[in-house]
């Protein structure tokens, strides 16, 4: 089944300790996506690929990172995280950049206490 | 970063009743898509649109880019329970492709 998985899916943890969300397609998609979605501002990229080793910044990059080291991964890295990045996180794929579908992921509920 | 804003932001009705979500910017988009979101999901899209003045139809939904390519509806004919879930439209601004911007989105529910 062509899908995009997240894990993990709930994640409670402490301000400043270091932790990976990861990701993984397996539609040979080129183009992968980072969004964070909190109540009333809609979905927000923070990083995106647009293939292996190219990265680049979205519109809410501070506090994060992430790497393309294969096509099918791209984790999202909080090195420390603190209580503003609560939130929901969702992983997407698309063939390559441009007018192409997004294939999201179920999302990862994130709270930093 | 390039604003979209969509109205109403929640909309309640009963089934049967048609209704209308706008999505609204002052800025230019080359193209927009339209996402449902369904509790515990990611969104899923359900159509792009990319020239000024294309209507779209999906069964019961229709969508319309308008024509100078910064606003986009969406009109729901006799809704029903089904069709409750959190709708969101994205925009790809001119010359930067590799970015979607994304509405706040419009959550309907469809009473039976």
């Known amino acids: 089944e062509a899908q995009v998985t997240q894990n993990p899916r709930y994640l409670i943890t402490v301000t400043g300790k270091k932790l990976t969300v990861t990701c993984s397609q397996n539609?040979?998609?080129?183009?992968m996506s980072w969004y964070r979605q909190d109540p009333g501002l809609g979905l927000r990229q923070i990083y995106y690929?647009?293939?292996?080793?190219?990265?680049d910044k979205g519109d809410v990059p501070e506090g994060y990172k992430v790497s393309r080291k294969e096509k099918r991964n791209f984790p999202l890295i909080l090195e420390s995280p603190s209580p503003n990045q609560t939130s929901l996180y969702f992983c997407?794929?698309?063939?390559?950049?441009?007018?192409?579908?997004?294939?999201f992921g179920p999302g990862t509920r994130l709270t930093v206490l | 970063t390039q604003l979209l804003e969509q109205s109403p932001q929640f909309l309640s009705i009963q089934e049967g009743e048609n209704l209308t979500v706008y999505c609204n910017s002052s800025?230019?988009?080359?193209?927009l898509q339209w996402y449902r979101q369904e509790p515990g999901e990611g969104p899923v899209l359900l159509v792009t649109?990319?020239?000024?003045?294309e209507v779209k139809k999906l069964k019961r939904l229709t969508f319309q880019f308008g024509d100078a390519r910064k606003d986009s509806s969406l009109h729901i004919t006799a809704a029903q329970p089904g069709d409750t879930g959190l709708y969101l439209c994205?925009?790809?601004?001119?010359?930067?492709?590799?970015?979607?911007?994304f509405g706040s989105g419009t959550q309907l529910t469809v009473l039976p």
């Open positions: 800025s230019v988009f080359s193209s």
């Open positions: 690929s647009m293939n292996v080793e190219v990265t």
């Open positions: 994205a925009g790809r601004p001119p010359g930067s492709a590799r970015q979607l911007t």
């Open positions: 539609m040979n998609h080129e183009y």
């Open positions: 649109v990319v020239t000024g003045g």
């Open positions: 997407a794929s698309s063939l390559r950049w441009g007018v192409y579908e997004q294939f």
